[in-house]
């Protein structure tokens, strides 16, 4: 595999990266415990990176990488023209939701906290909601708890964080899953990228790796 580079999204996409990686290819070339940031490619693995999640795709893009694994919610938010989105890796599943004290829909002008001023923008606009947002990068679900606004469009997975802060869902904006992007040059003229793609596929499919 010495002939490719994956960019990885630190955090929850690296952890369930390596737990799909461990699952069907085995030997996983990062140490738990390393502060680095770049792993030259072995016999066994490619070359890995791991970098903030809304830089992956700018990574890809310009060629430093040949692939990324990466949010479709950070892939929408932060669109890159210059990448290709060549696979579902079916893995950090959650949906981008607005959610509230209540379960009705907004009314009149209101506040609504998020990090994903780009999604929550498109949504007001397409339901001609008039909604002020507030950008926050994170604790989402505090904005209603202090009462700097009603709503949020934030992250949902298993929902347990907005139970806590009885706070309810309202809508289903987008779901969303790791994917696995290309740079358009590597994806069409070095093989190693399609075949690494095809053997993601295979594997997310669940196929034994010797298969793959
Ligand atoms: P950053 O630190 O760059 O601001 P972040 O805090 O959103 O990013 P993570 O929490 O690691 O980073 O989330 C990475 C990706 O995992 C998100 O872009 C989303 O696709 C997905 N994700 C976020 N929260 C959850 C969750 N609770 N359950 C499952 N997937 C999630
Ligand atoms: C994410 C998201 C929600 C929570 C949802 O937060 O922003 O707060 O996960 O998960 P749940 O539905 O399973 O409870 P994260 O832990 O990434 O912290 P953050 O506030 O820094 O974004």
């Known amino acids: 595999m010495s002939e490719l580079t994956v960019a990885i999204a630190k955090g929850r996409i690296l952890d369930s990266f390596r737990i799909l990686w461990e699952g069907s290819i085995g030997h996983w070339p990062i140490p738990n415990t390393s502060r680095q940031l770049w792993f030259p490619p072995t016999e066994q693995s490619p070359g890995m990176l791991i970098a903030r999640a809304r830089d992956i795709a700018t990574l890809v893009a310009l060629g430093v990488a040949d692939v990324g694994v990466v949010g479709l919610d950070v ?112 994806f069409y003229t070095k093989p190693e990228v399609q075949e690494f793609r095809d053997r993601m596929v295979c594997i997310r499919k669940g196929e034994p790796y010797a298969n793959c």
Request: net charge negative; aromatic share 6%; hydrophobic share 45%.
């Open 75 to 186: 892939l929408r938010e932060y669109p890159t023209p210059d990448v290709l989105e060549v696979a579902d890796l079916a893995i950090s599943q959650c949906r981008v939701v607005i959610a509230g004290t209540h379960t009705d829909w907004p009314q009149g002008p209101v506040r609504i906290a998020t990090k994903y001023p780009r999604i929550a923008g498109s949504f007001l606009n397409q339901h001609q909601i008039a909604g002020e947002l507030v950008s926050l990068s994170g604790s989402l679900e505090l904005a209603p708890v202090l009462g700097l606004a009603s709503y949020i469009i934030d992250i949902v997975d298993t929902g347990r964080t907005l139970q806590e802060h009885d706070l309810f869902e309202v809508s289903t904006i987008m779901a969303s899953s790791a994917r696995l992007i290309a740079n358009p040059a590597h």
